[in-house]
């Protein structure tokens, strides 16, 4: 029988109320009220942990780097707590043999009960030669283990997209995950890599309500990816006002202007680095200094240069493009200075008549 959360918790010596506050502080993360702190709660005192099979193709293990560098919570208690990581090759201890005899033992043992959480993507081309996995295909470990799982997590834009392995010509072939497996809900956390704290609060949810987190209609977390870094960036008052970086470190950079002109993606890109932000909160690109390049979009690698900036998007609901804000900023400015300079010598006219 698998140990529930508590359990394990307890056996490491956690006491009763600094669960409890662990509770809330994962309610909190995961955008919930305190009312749901109890719920959660609940869930991690009754229901075993999730069994999990990592699995990794065509990548560059950004992922699982930015996995094991979550705050909140601490990715030692996701992997040592909320859910039993059977395998992952990355940071597994076993090797060989033995490691890959994990595979089937968990098969076998959680049948349609454990989540495959897949970080890289398989190729297709020369019958999927171009990733093996214990001297085979990427793509035969992947259908075997999502036949047998329960539901799919696409760790960031190369599960989710393809991303650069799929980028033209794409000689591999390389696909998504989607592509590939057609018959099980499929999770997608794009970004490249995504946010850690997105990571771990999307396993907390799918372990505190035994379901899958609301999806957009791209199979997004809603959660997460319901609004543009646009909308929350800390630069759109500038952006409004039309004012914007025009070159690198010139006088607009350093007053922190908005990043529109300098190639940002920022006003296409749906995710949450402008709230969450990354390193526990730190920074994000856009904070740095640099614009958005847009990765946890489809396509973003084959979208031009990333110092393009953005011409017509209206269609995606951006009021309008910079020109026409930085224009129309300015005219409401100098409108409303004329206004302005027109009402205070009509005041001042009147002042002249009363006093003669």
Same mark, same amino acid.
């Given at each position: 029988?698998?140990?529930?959360? #508590?359990?394990?918790?307890?056996?490491?010596?956690?006491?009763?109320?600094?669960?409890?506050?662990?509770?809330?502080?994962?309610?909190?993360?995961?955008?919930?009220?305190?009312?749901?702190?109890?719920? %959660?709660? !609940?869930?991690?005192?009754?229901?075993?942990?999730?069994?999990?099979?990592?699995?990794?193709?065509?990548?560059?293990?950004? *992922?699982?780097?930015?996995?094991?560098?979550?705050?909140?919570?601490?990715?030692?208690?996701?992997?040592?707590?909320?859910?039993?990581?059977?395998?992952?090759?990355?940071?597994?201890?076993?090797?060989? !043999?033995?490691?890959?005899? %994990?595979?089937?033992?968990? +098969?076998?043992?959680?049948?349609?009960?454990?989540?495959?959480?897949?970080?890289?993507?398989?190729?297709?081309?020369?019958?999927?030669?171009? *990733? +093996?996995?214990?001297?085979?295909? #990427?793509?035969?470990?992947?259908?075997?283990?999502?036949? $047998?799982?329960?539901?799919?997590? =696409?760790?960031?834009?190369?599960?989710? #997209?393809?991303?650069?392995?799929?980028?033209?010509?794409?000689?591999?072939?390389?696909?998504?995950? !989607?592509?590939?497996? $057609?018959?099980?809900?499929?999770?997608?956390?794009?970004?490249?890599?995504?946010?850690?704290?997105?990571?771990?609060?999307?396993?907390?949810?799918?372990?505190?309500?035994?379901?899958?987190?609301?999806?957009?209609?791209?199979?997004?977390?809603?959660?997460?990816?319901?609004?543009? +870094?646009?909308?929350?960036?800390?630069?759109?008052?500038?952006?409004?006002?039309?004012?914007?970086?025009?070159?690198?470190?010139?006088?607009?950079?350093?007053?922190?202007?908005?990043?529109?002109?300098?190639?940002?993606?920022?006003?296409?890109?749906?995710?949450? *680095?402008?709230?969450?932000?990354?390193?526990?909160?730190? =920074?994000?690109?856009?904070?740095?200094? !640099?614009? *958005?390049?847009?990765?946890?979009?489809?396509?973003?690698?084959?979208?031009? =240069?990333? #110092?393009?900036?953005?011409?017509? %998007?209206?269609?995606?609901?951006?009021?309008?493009?910079?020109?026409?804000?930085?224009?129309?900023?300015?005219?409401?400015?100098?409108?409303?200075?004329?206004?302005?300079?027109?009402?205070?010598?009509?005041?001042?006219?009147?002042?002249?008549?009363?006093?003669?």
């Amino acid at each position: 029988m698998t140990e529930t959360f #508590y359990e394990v918790m307890r056996r490491q010596g956690i006491t009763r109320r600094s669960f409890l506050k662990y509770c809330s502080l994962t309610a909190a993360a995961l955008g919930l009220g305190p009312a749901f702190a109890p719920k %959660i709660a !609940h869930a991690m005192e009754t229901k075993p942990r999730i069994p999990v099979l990592w699995l990794h193709g065509l990548e560059c293990t950004c *992922c699982s780097e930015s996995f094991i560098r979550s705050a909140h919570p601490l990715a030692k208690d996701v992997v040592l707590s909320m859910v039993s990581l059977d395998y992952d090759d990355t940071i597994m201890a076993a090797a060989g !043999h033995q490691a890959e005899a %994990i595979v089937q033992e968990t +098969i076998d043992k959680y049948d349609g009960n454990y989540i495959l959480a897949c970080e890289g993507n398989p190729p297709l081309n020369q019958d999927g030669m171009s *990733c +093996i996995i214990a001297g085979k295909p #990427y793509l035969d470990q992947l259908n075997h283990a999502a036949k $047998h799982c329960k539901a799919i997590i =696409s760790w960031g834009s190369c599960a989710s #997209y393809g991303c650069v392995q799929a980028a033209k010509p794409n000689p591999t072939q390389a696909v998504p995950i !989607h592509k590939v497996i $057609h018959d099980k809900p499929i999770i997608k956390v794009p970004g490249c890599p995504p946010i850690a704290e997105v990571m771990t609060a999307v396993i907390t949810y799918m372990l505190t309500f035994d379901r899958i987190p609301e999806l957009d209609r791209q199979g997004r977390p809603k959660m997460f990816y319901s609004q543009r +870094i646009h909308d929350k960036c800390y630069r759109r008052p500038h952006f409004d006002a039309g004012q914007f970086v025009e070159s690198w470190d010139d006088e607009g950079a350093r007053k922190g202007y908005c990043l529109y002109k300098m190639g940002c993606k920022g006003p296409t890109t749906y995710n949450a *680095c402008s709230t969450i932000r990354w390193n526990e909160g730190t =920074s994000f690109p856009i904070q740095a200094g !640099h614009g *958005c390049i847009g990765c946890s979009e489809d396509g973003f690698w084959d979208k031009g =240069s990333w #110092y393009a900036r953005l011409t017509d %998007i209206k269609q995606f609901g951006i009021e309008s493009n910079a020109d026409a804000v930085g224009g129309t900023a300015a005219a409401v400015v100098g409108a409303a200075t004329a206004a302005h300079l027109g009402i205070s010598a009509i005041k001042r006219a009147q002042q002249k008549g009363d006093q003669e």
